[in-house]
């Protein structure tokens, strides 16, 4: 701790803060522009210039000069306002003055500068600058005649989401801040920049002259897309979700988001939605009462009762779920199961039988602080792309090492001396038990207090290094550098997402992964953990609130085997689009058709409801109260921005109504529901709405400890013998089937695609663009090729959120599908 | 007393001549407003759109809340009032949304016969604001 004064306060502050930082917190201002909270400090715009009685002569940068002890600090004074002011005229030299339609008008950091300091006119004259605009891209406008240089921009992009799209080219008055070869911005298109950019040089497109920001109410909610549970806040002006702003004042991702986050929320403004429920009528569906829909789905749930089957994704709210669970109770069916059956065993089986927990261990930023971090699965920063951000961050700033186990390569491989694992497709698990077993040859393994040591170690007789370095392409020295730099680092990571098209091997990957984290004694160790994380926004919270199967009761693939085999009366299905999203469309199909009563409700009239008997509509998450549970254990609240269209109503107050008409007790308020489910949720027993603050809850503390150490053998899988194999996966522009009715989203990837690396692209004379069939078992697929340098010779790939690719005719949830390639 | 209260008289006397009254003749007689009256607004026109970029502070400023601005992108990619409505019954005639107009797009005109039989009347849209 360092004390000094500023403006004649005396403040103690950490000896690694700047004058700036120092300043902040004892609630004095100084202004800034090139400066941001999770950027290294840089020092570019002079505005922050401060007196330092130690260093008279000239003034100091606050942003980028360390406190010393005994500084003294004068934050204003008439030399600074002087020179200040002069920064400013500079600055508005060449800046165009188009505040009146620039975007930015009403939270302009210059035009705020310049009012405080009433720089009405200039004493410099220079030409204003005149540089073309670049609005080739769907998503973000750049008009460098707006730029001040400051950076930040260029900052983010490379410090925190690591993409590194822009740099600072040419010199003196002409520097202006431009993509490789001053082309057009083709990114990730996270918009990270334009949240950062202090003026209106970098703009979301979509949001164009939509609104004046002091127009726009702002309400705090949480993403609705993936696990990671960024915190959001929406812009909303006449009902409808107009932008996500940028703050960083809530939630664990410090205001940053991905491209789903910043751009994909607008699906809840379409004119697609849902507004009433149907019910089909001679063979048609048609609009219908609530009242006659709600009668007709207790009807038909209650003539099924235990042969019934509910099956839920994983976007309903906690509370929406504990009422879905006693719906089940009140409807006497133990077939109870949420998003894709096999897809989260990793978490609710692999990880039981192992720690004894159904969660990650820690929480998201202890990995900006780790300094060896593995990556299962590479496209993690596909699946949980603001987690990708924090790997990056602890790459990068804390020189982490970072190993990546992947089928194909994506941006954490391409980090600096990032360890690439690439192997055959389908043999992580071997990897992992490969690991395990040179940890345990070699007298590395923590073993202490752990069960099975020796059971393990000759279990894993098959799966020594050498073994398996062959039969899955990868080096054996990366093999044993990696399980030497996770046992001997002080801080280590491993990560695991999990999700629909990731059904293989997803119970085994987390016992393996377990297993190592065991090993290495990362499990419940403070600052390190093992991180399981689920695709959806409240996939953790399904599993806390168990959405599974009860016991001898089926879960979600064998209530469709049994439903496809008309054993089930009626199927209840929430917020999934299961014809497309899950694996082996012909099961769905045939479940569906042979169920005499089946209910969807959902937002729109997906694949799946326009199948159903009745449909209800439900409210999106930007028009409900109630709390996420995110990958990370931390519960957060939601809140509505906008109402819902027509009837649609939320999946909270639809539960209610059928609880009601089944004569159950009903909780009356989300709140009140959320007692209920924390009284009878492990690990929720001590939460109460009031602890979930701005940062949320973590249940279970920053480090959960393991209940059990008990180590499972599990056997690797076999790589397919077969010339090309196409795998499944995410891609990063989307999530689940959602984000398709997006306009940001569909803006970048509108379509699905079947993606080539270069060299079999080449082989096989496959351009971009031209249209491609996949043969397999189960059928054939057609797309149009994309071509990228991610993947190795004889692999494909091919995202699943699209319904008009009907991926699941061939994907039934095997790790990688053999296939035949015509043009 | 007597002699004041004659020349008071003589001035309402000479008054009452012929010639000498203030009162206007309305509505066959009508009088040329001072250039600083505050009358009906009236959008200013360039060659080819209105002069307004739907900044939205005349909205902003505008103490009876009685301005409507919707903005949008024309053809050309430029900003444009897509909707530009004051109700005038709600106007107060202050004048500040031709203050804040940083384009001098809104003046306000001299034209004060606004008296009208249906309250949807006194809405004007851009297109009678234009004119
Ligand atoms: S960037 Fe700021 S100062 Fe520049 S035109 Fe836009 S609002 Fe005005
Ligand atoms: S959108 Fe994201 S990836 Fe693209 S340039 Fe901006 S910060 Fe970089
Ligand atoms: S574009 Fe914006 S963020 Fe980037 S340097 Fe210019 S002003 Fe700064
Ligand atoms: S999709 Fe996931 S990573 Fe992206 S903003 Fe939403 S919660 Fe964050
Ligand atoms: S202030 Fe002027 S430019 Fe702005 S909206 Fe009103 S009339 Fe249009
Ligand atoms: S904020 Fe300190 S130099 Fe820019």
């Known amino acids: 701790m360092v004390n000094l004064t500023i403006d004649g306060k005396e403040v103690k502050v950490s000896k690694t803060a700047t004058i700036y930082e120092a300043a902040k917190e004892a609630g004095i201002y100084i202004p800034v522009l090139c400066y941001a909270k999770k950027l290294l400090p840089y020092g570019a715009c002079r505005v922050c210039l401060v007196e330092v009685e130690q260093m008279k002569g000239r003034l100091i940068p606050s942003c980028t000069t360390p406190v010393t002890a005994g500084m003294v600090v004068t934050t204003m004074s008439d030399e600074i306002r002087k020179v200040r002011k002069t920064v400013l005229e500079f600055l508005l030299v060449n800046h165009v003055v188009d505040c009146p339609v620039c975007d930015k008008a009403g939270e302009c950091d210059l035009q705020d500068l310049s009012y405080e300091y009433e720089v009405v006119t200039n004493r410099f004259a220079g030409e204003k600058f005149d540089l073309p605009k670049d609005e080739i891209n769907p998503l973000i406008e750049r008009n460098m005649n707006r730029c001040v240089l400051c950076g930040k921009c260029v900052r983010v992009c490379d410090e925190v989401v690591g993409y590194g799209s822009y740099s600072f080219i040419n010199r003196g008055f002409e520097t202006k801040i431009a993509t490789a070869f001053d082309r057009g911005l083709n990114c990730e298109f996270c918009g990270q920049c334009v949240s950062l950019c202090p003026v209106g040089a970098i703009l979301p497109r979509p949001f164009k002259f939509k609104a004046r920001p002091w127009q726009l109410k702002e309400v705090n909610s949480v993403c609705g897309y993936c696990g990671n549970g960024c915190t959001v806040t929406f812009g909303t002006k006449d009902n409808e979700v107009q932008t996500i702003r940028f703050n960083d004042k809530t939630g664990v991702n410090d205001g940053n988001l991905c491209i789903r986050g910043r751009f994909g929320a607008t699906y809840v403004n379409s004119d697609q939605r849902l507004t009433s429920p149907l019910i089909r009528k001679d063979g048609e569906l048609v609009e219908a009462s609530w009242e006659e829909a709600l009668e007709k789905v207790t009807e038909g749930l209650r003539s099924a009762g235990s042969s019934a089957g509910i099956i839920s994704g994983a976007r309903l709210t906690n509370e929406e779920l504990f009422l879905l669970k006693n719906l089940a109770k009140a409807v006497g069916t133990g077939n109870l199961d949420h998003s894709g059956g096999e897809c989260y065993k990793g978490v609710t089986e692999g990880l039981h039988e192992t720690l004894g927990l159904q969660a990650s261990t820690a929480t998201f930023p202890q990995v900006e602080k780790a300094n060896a971090i593995l990556a299962i699965r590479n496209d993690f920063y596909e699946t949980h792309p603001v987690f990708g951000m924090v790997v990056n961050q602890a790459v990068k700033r804390n020189n982490a090492h970072l190993t990546v186990i992947g089928d194909k390569q994506g941006k954490l491989t391409r980090m600096p001396h990032a360890r690439n694992l690439q192997h055959k497709p389908g043999l992580e698990v071997n990897i992992l038990n490969a690991m395990c077993r040179f940890l345990l040859d070699e007298k590395l393994a923590k073993t202490d207090g752990l069960q099975g040591v020796e059971e393990l170690q000759e279990a894993l007789a098959d799966y020594a290094v050498d073994a398996v370095t062959a039969a899955a392409g990868v080096s054996a020295d990366a093999i044993k550098q990696s399980a030497k730099e996770l046992v001997s680092a002080e801080n280590a990571a491993i990560l695991l997402a999990y999700g629909l098209p990731y059904t293989a091997y997803s119970r085994e990957l987390g016992l393996a992964a377990a297993n190592l984290a065991l090993l290495t004694g990362i499990a419940g160790r403070s600052g390190s953990g093992l991180y399981l994380c689920g695709e959806k926004s409240n996939s953790q919270g399904a599993i806390d609130q168990q959405i599974l199967p009860a016991a001898g009761a089926l879960g979600v693939s064998g209530m469709l085997k049994s439903a496809s085999e008309g054993k089930l009366k009626a199927l209840y299905v929430t917020g999934e689009d299961m014809l497309v999203s899950y694996p082996d469309k012909g099961l769905v199909e045939k479940a569906l058709d042979k169920t005499p009563f089946v209910v969807v409700q959902d937002l729109f009239l997906s694949e799946t409801a326009s199948k159903a008997d009745v449909v209800l509509p439900a409210a999106s998450f930007a028009e409900k109260s109630g709390t996420f549970t995110n990958a990370e254990r931390r519960i957060q609240r939601l809140h509505p921005g906008i109402k819902s269209p027509g009837q649609a109503k939320t999946d909270f107050a639809i539960f209610q109504a059928l609880l009601t008409g089944f004569g159950a007790a009903v909780p009356a308020t989300e709140a009140a529901a959320f007692m209920a489910l924390a009284a009878t949720t492990p690990g929720y027993e001590m939460v109460g709405l009031e602890m979930i603050g701005d940062q949320g809850y973590v249940w279970g503390g920053e480090t959960l400890v393991p209940e059990i150490r008990n180590l499972v053998a599990v056997t690797g899988g076999k790589a397919l013998e077969a010339k090309y194999q196409l795998v499944v996966g995410s891609a990063l522009y989307h999530s689940g089937t959602t984000s398709v009715h997006a306009k940001g989203p569909m803006s970048v990837v509108s379509e699905p695609y079947i993606e080539f690396g270069r060299e079999d692209a080449a082989e096989l004379k496959i351009v971009d663009g031209q249209q491609v069939k996949l043969k397999a078992a189960g059928g054939e697929i057609s797309a149009k090729a994309k071509v990228d340098r991610r993947l190795p010779k004889g692999v494909l790939f091919a995202p699943y959120h699209f319904g008009s690719l009907k991926l699941n005719r061939i994907y039934n949830g095997q790790a990688s599908i053999a296939v035949e390639i015509s043009k | ?131």
């Open chain 2, 1 to 131: 007393m007597f002699k004041e209260f004659a020349k008071g008289l003589s001035i309402t006397l000479k008054h009452l001549l012929p010639g000498h009254s203030t009162t206007v003749d309305y509505p066959k007689q009508k009088l040329t407003m001072s250039p600083r009256f505050r009358g009906l607004h009236r959008l200013v026109p360039t060659q080819t759109r209105e002069k307004c970029v739907a900044c939205y502070l005349c909205p902003t400023v505008c103490p009876a809340k009685c301005i409507t601005v919707e903005s949008a992108e024309n053809e050309k990619g430029e900003k444009y009032p897509k909707v530009y409505k004051i109700d005038l019954l709600r106007c107060i005639f202050c004048g500040y949304c031709v203050e804040a107009c940083p384009v001098e797009a809104i003046e306000m005109s001299d034209k004060y016969e606004l008296a009208n039989y249906k309250r949807e009347d006194f809405i004007f849209d851009k297109e009678r604001l234009l004119k």
